[in-house]
């Protein structure tokens, strides 16, 4: 019995009209044409979350290498004072600046959106709304306005080390 298991009884099951779902469902059929135990189904999925591990990692170092090589053309390209550099191939590699904010101070920023027009703008993460709602729904209160809930069966994977 888990932590939800109390509140799921009341809520209707996800809604499946997405076109990852219609994705998700084509495989589940041709899955389910082999006639899979549940054991095979746990042992498949097993194997899928370590392929998963391993294409992250994978991608993981990718991304660091990729990391490496655009600090590296920046630093060059800025000592040669050019922004741009086109190949042989044809294709043009180039700089350019640009501002990234970060927020160093939550509260004010709200402040700021709210004094300027931009309350609409401002929400919650889903992390944050969808835990929320699960904690009011486990104390026996109604979901916020403007929030429908509907309960998600998932699959929790604990591994062995």
């Known amino acids: 019995?888990?932590?939800?298991?109390?509140?799921?009884a009341g809520l209707t099951p996800?809604?499946?009209e997405t076109a990852w779902q219609a994705e998700v469902t084509?495989?589940?059929?041709?899955?389910?044409?082999?006639?899979?135990?549940?054991?095979?189904?746990?042992?498949?999925?097993?194997a899928l979350r370590a392929e998963k591990d391993r294409v992250k990692d994978a991608l993981s170092a990718i991304n660091l290498r990729v990391g490496a090589y655009e600090q590296l053309i920046c630093d060059q390209f800025e000592s040669a004072g050019i922004t741009q550099l086109r190949?042989?191939?044809?294709?043009?590699?180039?700089?350019?600046?640009?501002p990234y904010a970060r927020i160093s101070d939550r509260n004010l920023f709200r402040q700021w959106c709210v004094a300027?027009?931009?309350?609409?703008?401002?929400?919650?993460?889903?992390q944050t709304t969808n835990s929320l709602?699960?904690?009011?729904?486990?104390?026996?209160?109604?979901?916020?306005?403007?929030?429908?809930?509907?309960?998600?069966?998932?699959?929790?994977?604990?591994?062995?080390?």
Not at 87 to 98: C, M, W
């Open 14 to 16: 996800r809604p499946e």
């Open 133 to 161: 709602v699960a904690d009011r729904l486990v104390e026996g209160l109604d979901e916020p306005d403007g929030i429908d809930c509907y309960k998600q069966t998932t699959v929790v994977l604990r591994r062995s080390r």
């Open 87 to 98: 190949l042989e191939s044809g294709d043009t590699i180039s700089t350019q600046i640009k």
């Open 26 to 46: 084509a495989i589940k059929r041709t899955v389910l044409d082999a006639e899979p135990s549940e054991a095979d189904l746990a042992k498949d999925l097993l």
């Open 116 to 126: 300027n027009g931009l309350s609409d703008a401002l929400q919650l993460p889903w």
């Open 1 to 8: 019995m888990g932590k939800y298991t109390s509140v799921a």
